[in-house]
């Protein structure tokens, strides 16, 4: 038997390997973009694994093998669409040592985020009810630590109950909505407004007390 021969086979074998890690690569990559398809538009209380299955051209069992729970699904959609969205970035206003300046900026940036992924965001908030509990707790703490990182700025004196209640009354999501959706108004105008709540609040808290 020639030595060569072996070889050969080794080769196809991995040839053959490869190229089934790339199939099930590809077929977990389409899982992926239905379910983030179906999330931003019928949203995720109708987005049901069939109809996910369906749309990525699989079967019901193959969703499973891929994604054995919701939390292993959303968590995989969640990484996807935000890998596509360019995000609030705090470190880009966070120096800014002056409240106002800081809460102005942060909005804008906010509101960039919501008006550009407003679709998905609206069904996810919308349906957030079925969304597992780990992906509504990192929706929490991140509206919480906007919160806070506006808060640090003003004067001790002013961080009251009043305040931290304005700013994440500010930073939500369906503020936004109600405002530059449903009211139809500019993001810069909704950020005027929210500054002016926030700073009124940081006054009515240090006369309250």
């Given at each position: ?5 072996p070889?050969?086979?080794?080769a ?11 199939q ?37 069992a ?19 669409w ?32 919501y ?5 998905m ?10 969304v ?12 919480r ?30 503020t ?7 009211q ?26």
């Amino acid at each position: 038997m020639s030595r060569a021969e072996p070889q050969q086979q080794r080769a196809r074998r991995g040839y053959r390997m490869g190229r089934r890690a790339e199939q099930v690569g590809d077929t977990r990559q389409r899982i992926v973009e239905a379910a983030v398809t179906l999330h931003g538009t019928v949203g995720p209380a109708a987005a049901s694994i069939v109809s996910i299955a369906e749309r990525a051209g699989v079967t019901r069992a193959t969703v499973y093998r891929h994604f054995p729970d919701d939390e292993a699904l959303f968590t995989a959609c969640s990484a996807h669409w935000r890998a596509g969205q360019q995000l609030p970035d705090p470190t880009a206003w966070v120096s800014l040592p002056d409240a106002a300046d800081r809460l102005r900026a942060g909005l804008n940036d906010l509101y960039r985020f919501y008006r550009d992924g407003q679709t998905m965001l609206f069904c996810i908030n919308r349906d957030l009810a079925v969304v597992p509990q780990a992906i509504r707790d990192d929706l929490t703490a991140r509206d919480r630590s906007l919160r806070d990182l506006f808060a640090s700025a003003f004067p001790e004196p002013k961080r009251s109950s009043a305040l931290l209640g304005a700013l994440a009354h500010a930073v939500s999501f369906w503020t936004w909505h109600s405002l530059c959706i449903e009211q139809q108004l500019d993001n810069s105008i909704a950020v005027e407004l929210m500054c002016c709540l926030a700073l009124g609040a940081a006054e009515v808290g240090r006369t309250s007390r």
